[in-house]
């Protein structure tokens, strides 16, 4: 910070030690945890045509909380058969009730669920945190409303579909099977449902095999909300439950959230078979910060971009490129900045960042993190104290990164953060455009000409200016290149779900 | 070519940086959403007792007014593990009776606005006058308004000019440098104030927020302003300036969400009175009945408490 450059050169040579701030015990926060009853069971079932029922081969698995790696409860498995009875009841829903009613009562249902989604939402937010790990400040003021408000949007257009395609016949596509990730485990699914129910087609969903429960809470709104039976069907399991849904005869369309390698995978599986397909796979987010920009708010934005949900987000700004002349002073407000995030106990109110979702994933993020001190990047750490129990990892950021480096190219879905510098405009948008990924970006700058530039040459479906990582129901969410396809939210979201003639 | 005020404003900015209005209320949102309890909160009750700056700034004061503020200051409440405030502010003409009333060697200290306080138009010379009774009278820390004025117009070194010879009349006073934030009208501006007035003072001194005689004072948001400022300029200089938000912070809630602001931005040596200050008057009745709630589990009936900060 440039201030009266005499002061510090004398303060330097009569040999004082640097000024440093104190982040220590003076005012403890005590801890806060979170006190709703997220009312879970013991045991869980599979949803299928409107009805909790066990696995045809009574098969389970456990879930647990990754915050302290405590069993939370038993989840029935689905395998090939179960997947199968659930498309039936779909596909009969379909035919016989949820493509002849109106658009006005499918609408009904979406609102009643926002509505008790609503009344939830503290059990909810609960739930998600134990299952997941992720802060109950984030499941409390983000994932649960914002699941809300997706259904509260397309409860809006179910009656509306002709105005949002005007001049074409819309019809539903039919039994839609989805499968989503860990990171949001019921925002996900809202993103998937809404869109898919409004429109008037009826789902198979399958959680992620870590984060089950939410998902399976679900459907005891949708009960509640006396849902036609088999409109929607969800079935809990790992892989081989995945691909059992991605590949049933009945689905018409397929919509996937997770890792780029397994998109892959359904895309070659999908092909030629006149299934529609919505892909949204991993990212590496550049988030640009030029010299001009408001320092502070950049330090802010960046950490919220990278830190957010521990770093378990597909659109993340895990690279962070910033303007040589500013490198220095932003790497140090930042290091200043990790040092005052609390990581601990997800459930605990002033928890910033919570646990990592599972042991395998924490097990990945460990492996990148030491290949990025192998290839020579300079690695920083939050000096702070972690949980004994639990997964748990320093939110961490590396300097003296390049571009060949696999912590610059690979995604790490971790609270890890590369920085490399840039010289120029040119420069910032190569090195920003240079991945495989391109499914998010930030640009950071006073310079609204600069942001428009930027917004036009970055490869990445969202670009954020002077903020990161918002979303809204009405803003359409997805991918470039090896980010997937298709958009999810806003007009463009419902389009993936009608068939237009 | 841009006007003189123009350039001046644009190199003062190059130099210390700009603030963007919509990241910045959202950062200090998040403040508002730490949940204190038990000990923290009481921890933060009787801290924030510690650092008020009993303010009594109207024209109908009187001696005895005073006199019972003073009071007041040095016994908050019955309870006698409730510690004295930080000082009693007061205009200049009060500052002997205040000083009477408070006695030499008090825990409390003396403040006076000075420097034609609010407006701070008058001629320098009056202004010097003024904070040079308030010195004579016994006051021990001196609250000083900026020439807004010429700050607005571009003309900075009059700005710090002023503070200089008002800090060179403070003699050993601590001085605070109010900014009147509501005058300045956008965030940049006070980031701009804050290092103009850190730039002349001593380790020891303060900036303030408001006058409290404005309609807008002290907000979560230029409160963070201000203390990344402090922040920045003492990595910078090694310099400790405190930070005295004013008028407006009324309910002990408010004042533990600043707490959070200063912890997590200026660390554990700013959650001190000799650094840190609430520029208030009905605040003081908040805090404490919090912390008689907090001591026995329920809240005392209203007229335990006056809500009237003339009733001290």
């Known amino acids: 910070m440039a201030t009266a450059p005499r002061v510090s050169r004398n303060s330097r040579r009569q040999g004082r030690p640097a000024p440093e701030l104190i982040f220590g015990d003076l005012w403890p926060y005590d801890p806060a945890p979170e006190s709703a009853d997220p009312k879970l069971k013991t045991r869980y079932d599979l949803f299928i045509d409107g009805a909790f029922v066990p696995a045809k081969s009574g098969r389970t698995f456990e879930t647990i909380n990754p915050g302290n790696e405590k069993k939370l409860a038993d989840v029935a498995l689905a395998d090939a058969a179960d997947v199968d009875r659930a498309f039936q009841a779909a596909r009969r829903a379909q035919e016989s009730v949820w493509s002849k009613l109106p658009g006005r009562e499918r ?247 919570g646990a990592i979702n599972s042991k395998a994933q924490l097990e990945k993020i460990r492996e990148l993190v030491a290949s990025g001190v192998k290839e020579g990047a300079e690695l920083y750490e939050s000096p702070c104290r972690l949980p004994a129990k639990g997964f748990y990892f320093r939110p961490t950021l590396f300097t003296q990164v390049s571009m060949s480096h696999r912590i610059a190219r690979e995604e790490i879905f971790g609270p890890v953060l590369s920085v490399l510098t840039f010289r120029t405009v040119e420069e910032a948008v190569e090195k920003a455009n240079n991945t495989a990924y391109g499914l998010s970006a930030g640009v950071w700058t006073e310079k609204g000409s600069r942001i428009l530039k930027l917004a036009g040459e970055l490869k990445a479906g969202v670009v954020w200016a002077n903020t990161f990582n918002k979303f809204d129901p009405t803003s359409p969410f997805g991918g470039y290149k090896e980010s997937g396809f298709g958009r999810e939210g806003g007009r463009q979201g419902l389009a993936d779900y009608v068939n237009l003639s | 070519m841009p006007s003189a005020a123009q350039g001046a404003f644009r190199r003062l900015f190059d130099e210390i940086g700009s603030v963007d209005a919509v990241g910045l209320e959202e950062r200090v949102a998040k403040y508002g959403t730490r949940s204190l309890k038990k000990a923290a909160k009481l921890w933060g009750l009787n801290r924030a007792v510690t ?53 030499e060697r008090a825990p409390v200290k003396v403040a006076s606005v000075a420097t034609a306080f609010p407006s701070g138009q008058a001629p320098l010379k009056t202004r010097l006058g003024e904070v040079q009774a308030a010195v004579d009278d016994g006051a021990d820390e001196i609250d000083m308004v900026i020439n807004r004025g010429a700050f607005l117009a571009g003309e900075f070194a009059p700005v710090q000019d002023e503070i200089v010879a008002v800090r060179e009349a403070c003699g050993r006073c601590a001085l605070k440098v109010i900014l009147e934030v509501s005058e300045l009208e956008t965030y940049d501006n006070i980031r701009a104030a804050s290092f103009l007035a850190l730039r002349v003072l001593r380790t020891g001194d303060f900036i303030k927020t408001s006058t409290g005689k404005t309609g807008l004072n002290a907000t979560l948001a230029n409160n963070q302003v201000m203390i990344e400022a402090i922040r920045d300029f003492y990595l910078e200089t090694g310099r400790a300036i405190g930070m005295k938000p004013a008028g407006g912070i009324r309910s002990a809630k408010q004042a533990l969400t600043f707490l959070v602001a200063v912890k997590e931005t200026l660390g554990d040596a700013w959650l001190t009175n000799a650094r840190y200050r609430f520029g208030a008057s009905s605040l003081l009745n908040d805090l404490l009945r919090q912390i008689a709630k907090e001591k026995s589990g329920a809240y005392q009936p209203p007229y335990y408490f006056s809500e009237a900060a003339e009733s001290y």
């Open chain 2, 51 to 103: 650092m008020v700056d009993l303010t009594t700034l109207e024209g109908k004061d009187t001696p005895g007014k005073v006199a019972s503020l003073c009071a007041k200051a040095l016994h908050p409440h019955d309870e006698a593990s409730v510690p004295p405030v930080a000082a009693v502010c007061v205009y200049p003409s009060m500052v002997r009776h205040a000083r009477r009333a408070l006695g």
């Open chain 1, 107 to 353: 609408g009904k249902y979406l609102y009643r669920i926002a509505r008790l989604l609503q009344d939830r939402a503290r059990e909810f937010a609960v739930a998600e945190t134990l299952n997941g790990g992720k802060p109950i400040k984030e499941a409390r003021d983000f994932d649960v409303p914002m699941a809300a408000a997706h259904f509260f949007y397309h409860a809006g257009w179910a009656d509306k579909l002709a105005f949002a395609f005007p001049g074409a016949s819309v019809s539903p596509v039919g039994v839609v099977g989805q499968v989503i990730p860990w990171n949001f485990p019921l925002l996900m699914l809202a993103w998937k449902i809404a869109p898919a129910l409004a429109a008037g087609n009826c789902v198979v969903l399958k959680p992620a095999e870590t984060t089950p429960l939410t998902a399976l809470k679900f459907a005891e709104i949708l009960q509640e909300a006396e849902l036609p039976a088999g409109v929607v069907n969800i079935v809990a399991g790992a892989g081989e439950t995945g691909a059992a849904v991605v590949s049933h005869p009945l689905a018409a369309k397929v919509a996937f959230t997770g890792s780029t390698e397994v998109g892959k995978i359904i895309q070659r599986q999908l092909a030629g078979s006149g299934k529609k397909l919505t892909l949204e796979l991993g990212g590496k987010a550049a988030n640009v910060v030029f010299d001009d920009a408001p320092l502070e708010q950049a330090v802010e934005g960046v950490v919220n971009g990278i830190f957010f949900n521990q770093g378990h987000v597909c659109c993340a700004g895990s690279r962070l490129l910033v303007q040589e002349t500013i490198a220095d002073a932003l790497v140090a407000k930042l290091k200043l900045r990790l040092r005052s995030l609390r990581v601990g106990d997800p459930l605990d109110k002033n928890t910033d960042v």
